[in-house]
């Protein structure tokens, strides 16, 4: 069983070193899930895959060691924030840059690429594809709100 754990934790690696290693930012944080996911693997297989009882002491013993379980358990909450955190940045640096090429971002991601002069992206600037409130021209109708209501 230890033979078939280790050899779906170095395929779980092997996908996960692909995917870093790839151009494409969704790629990439698939690949640091992979290699998450064959770390908790690792620290099951470590801690043993032997049939034994739990640690409740109504069961005769050997009990089994529950350090491992409560690891994997915190690995899979830090790990399931650190993606949806990773994701946010994918999806924002998509809206500001238009495209999902790691190699091609280089600095154009901090500056503003409408300014001659090279300057910094304003921080307060949603992206390109959604204007600020205060271009709108005034002559333009109001939106009408939701509901009906003028």
Known sequence: METLFAVII???VAAGVFL?????????VLGLTFISYAANLAILTVAG?????PPLLTLPGPYMDPLP????????????????????????AYQVAGHD??????????????????SFADPEHQSPDRPDVEDMQDDEPAPAPAGGRP
């Not at 895959?49 to 009882?53: K, N, T």
């Not at 993606?83 to 946010?88: D, G, H, M, Q, W």
């Not at 090429?101 to 002069?117: C, K, M, T």
């Open 10 to 12: 170095g395929l779980l």
């Open 20 to 28: 870093v290693l790839s151009r494409v930012i969704v790629r990439v």
């Open 49 to 53: 895959l032997r049939e034994v009882s």
């Open 69 to 92: 379980q409560a690891l994997i358990l915190t690995a899979i909450v830090i790990g399931f924030a650190t993606t949806a955190l990773l994701l946010t940045v994918a999806l924002r």
């Open 101 to 118: 090429d790691v190699e091609a971002f280089g600095d154009n991601l901090a500056r503003d690429p409408d300014a001659h002069d090279g």
